[in-house]
């Protein structure tokens, strides 16, 4: 039986200071997540002993360097906060990399809960520039100048299913998906075929089927093999085909449509090859179709449509789910599914108040008209990059959802408290309730350990290799009676 | 940052496995190289159609708005803002 699918996502943010002709991303990024004051985080590793980038789930390793910060820059780079998630500078981006939790629902409101954090820093960082400069954050993927920067999605998989399974089932899934997931993109890079408008953010930049590779030559599906758990259970497919998404539906649909395809693959209940002649071309023929009718072409010499290609994986997820006892938000993930491939088989502009690339098309067009600008003004640019401006009265995403005009699916209340509080039900809630209570002794942290260092001790380093188990129903009890880290250590050891 | 620069040493075997999280048995050995809506039907014609035209006209006043709402937040100077943003390459 296929095993929890514990996901989490990890966004690079897009960064820029207004005004100031010397802007200098890293110095900047550094500035920004040193502005989010949590009290512990000031001085708490990041701990990179444990971490291999360079391990390939085809089962090889892969030469080069693998990054190890000193002391001084890694603390400078890497805050780890209380609500058990990671935000840090990666090269010249801020990145933040949301708690594991174990459904859809809750990864909203956990990736929604970065956006404020990262807003939050963004406001302090600003106050610290000279006057007349604004730093600003987008969660987008791209530039419009050719770079782009990522978006990952990582689900916990079974180590017993084949990689290969995984890449032939996963490949069409990625190509189609698309059409609910895309951020939207107006115009066309890094040597695309020119277009008005696209679905996604990210189609352009993937030039090859399967690979290590992250920043160039980048595949739709990534082989790296980094579980942060146990290796022998356990792998992390580390998925960075999609897109930076603000509408809480398109992240929802994304996160569960997803994560209900990788359960059936490890129970094998694929049963319909879909597989594409040229999955790299048919990723971007997908993207550059905002009527969703352009068919593509399966290895077999079939013809469908993404939408097409999406309702058989839906017919296979409505059987695998009537079959078996499955997490119980599936049912509703099937439900959303079902009513906006439907949707998009009827006119994509009904989904204009959820999914990001049809709520931006339409914002985009609207304005165009009524303003008389065409698609290839800066207007258009702009209103496309001001759609992921993270501040919330110039957001043009926030803008709309303040007027009502997008579905929401989580709350307000539940975002702020993922701002500070951890997931119950994972081994994030361990991770941050050891930095809440017991701060001041934590030496490093990495997702599967973390470390203490009490007085003249040696560090203690305490394994967490079972990402569903540091759950607030595991080590509450265990919590309650260490009041200090010493006991907490002892209490492990007894 | 005298406290973090020591290095991590073997500590003893502790199990608390039942809760899926274990004291590391040889920490140095991990230590390598530390450091580290819908729109509805198209009924037209008569009194409907009628009250159908109404309710567009309501809704493309709302629309109006909304974009004029969105005029009054849009970086005033999108060409330059989106010539100057630029971005390295990130994964």
């Known amino acids: ?494 | 940052m005298k406290r973090i620069q020591r290095t991590t040493r073997v500590i003893g075997d502790a199990d608390a496995a039942s809760l899926g999280i274990a004291m590391a048995a040889d920490a140095t050995q991990k230590q390598k190289k530390g450091g580290g809506d819908g729109d509805g039907g198209g009924e037209k014609g008569g009194e409907g159609g009628k009250k159908l035209a109404k309710k567009g006209e309501a809704l493309k006043e709302e629309m109006d708005a909304l974009v004029d709402e969105i005029d009054e937040v849009l970086e005033e100077n999108a060409e330059e803002f989106v010539k100057n943003y630029v971005q390295r390459g990130g994964q």
């Open chain 1, 1 to 494: 039986m296929a095993i929890p699918k514990v996901m989490g996502t990890e966004i690079e943010y897009g960064i820029t200071v207004k005004n100031d002709r010397d802007f200098d991303p890293i110095s900047s990024c550094v500035l920004l997540v040193n502005a989010y004051r949590e009290e512990q985080a000031a001085k708490i590793l990041w701990d990179y002993d444990q971490e291999n980038p360079l391990a390939d789930a085809r089962g090889f390793q892969v030469d080069g360097e693998k990054y190890t910060p000193n002391q001084q820059e890694n603390i400078a780079r890497n805050k780890t906060l209380e609500n058990g998630a990671r935000y840090y500078v990666d090269h010249a981006h801020p990145e933040y990399s949301c708690p594991e939790v174990t459904n859809p629902h809750d990864l909203v409101v956990h990736e929604k809960a970065g956006e404020r954090i990262l807003e939050f820093s963004r406001r302090e960082a600003t106050a610290m520039l000279p006057e007349g400069t604004l730093m600003l954050i987008h969660k987008n993927n791209s530039d419009h100048k050719g770079n782009s920067y990522g978006s990952h999605e990582n689900y916990l998989m079974d180590r017993r299913t084949s990689f290969k399974q995984i890449v032939e089932h996963l490949m069409p899934f990625f190509v189609s998906r698309q059409v609910y997931s895309g951020s939207g993109k107006v115009g066309s890079e890094n040597r695309g075929q020119p277009c008005q408008y696209q679905l996604s953010q990210r189609a352009d930049f993937f030039e090859t089927e399967v690979a290590l590779d992250t920043m160039v030559k980048r595949p739709i599906i990534n082989t790296r093999d980094e579980p942060h758990a146990d290796r022998e259970k356990y792998r992390r497919l580390h998925v960075i085909v999609g897109d930076a998404n603000m509408s809480e539906y398109s992240i929802y649909l994304r996160q569960g449509a997803t994560a209900i395809v990788l359960a059936m693959i490890e129970d094998g209940a694929i049963d319909k090859d879909l597989s594409l002649r040229d999955p790299v071309r048919s990723i971007k023929e997908v993207s550059h179709d905002p009527s969703c009718r352009r068919t593509v072409e399966l290895a077999s010499g079939r013809q469908l449509t993404a939408v097409q290609m999406q309702l058989e994986f839906l017919e296979m997820a409505q059987k695998y789910v009537a079959s078996r006892e499955v997490a119980p938000w599936a049912a509703d993930v099937l439900e959303k599914w079902g009513t906006v491939l439907s949707a998009l088989e009827r006119d994509p502009l009904e989904l204009a108040d959820r999914i990001d690339w049809v709520i931006k098309q339409v914002m985009i067009e609207r304005f165009l008209e009524r303003k008389g600008h065409d698609w290839q003004s800066p207007q258009a640019q702009m209103l496309d990059l001001q759609y992921h401006d993270l501040r919330p009265d110039k957001g043009l995403y926030y803008l709309l959802e303040r007027q009502g005009q997008v579905v929401r699916l989580v709350t307000d209340q539940e975002i702020t408290t993922a701002i500070t509080e951890p997931p119950e039900d994972t081994r994030a809630y361990f991770r941050g309730q050891c930095l809440k209570r017991y701060g001041d002794e934590v030496f490093g942290v990495n997702w599967d350990s973390i470390s203490f260092g009490i007085g003249d001790e040696p560090i203690k380093r305490v394994l967490m290799a079972e990402p569903l188990k540091g759950s607030k129903q595991h080590v509450q009890e265990l919590l309650d009676r260490s009041k200090t880290a010493a006991e907490l250590v002892k209490n492990l050891r007894a």
